[in-house]
């Protein structure tokens, strides 16, 4: 059986999600829903807010990002999250692997079926 494209996507997202997080991080901390407006932005890294709560907190609890609780003037406190060191060293290890990965595949899939 061949998997459709929104099986595709999903597996893809899911090994790389977290990443697209801590890059997002990386110029600062920002709030849960602007992560999420960005990520959901062109609706291919992520669909809905859904995942992202739960990945957040999977992040936290492994020492990548870090958060605080910041007052709000349209309505309750808001928690922030930062990269931890942790984070940014994960981000560049998954950089140093993403560009060869993707690069194979890039090659892989431009190359011509043996006839």
């Not at 922030?80 to 990965?101: I, V």
């Amino acid at each position: 059986m061949v998997a459709g494209e929104d099986t595709i996507l999903s597996n893809l997202r899911r090994g790389a999600l977290e990443y697209c997080v801590l890059a997002l991080l990386r110029s600062g901390t920002s709030y849960g829903l602007d992560i999420a407006r960005v990520l959901n932005r062109d609706g291919v890294l992520m669909r809905g807010e859904g995942t992202l709560y739960p990945l957040l907190a999977r992040l936290r609890r492994s020492g990548l990002v870090e958060t605080t609780w910041q007052e709000s003037a349209a309505g309750p406190p808001r928690r922030y999250y930062a990269l931890t060191p942790e984070g940014e060293r994960a981000l560049d290890a998954f950089a140093r692997t993403w560009r060869p990965f993707r690069d194979a595949v890039d090659a892989a899939l431009l190359t011509e079926e043996p006839s």
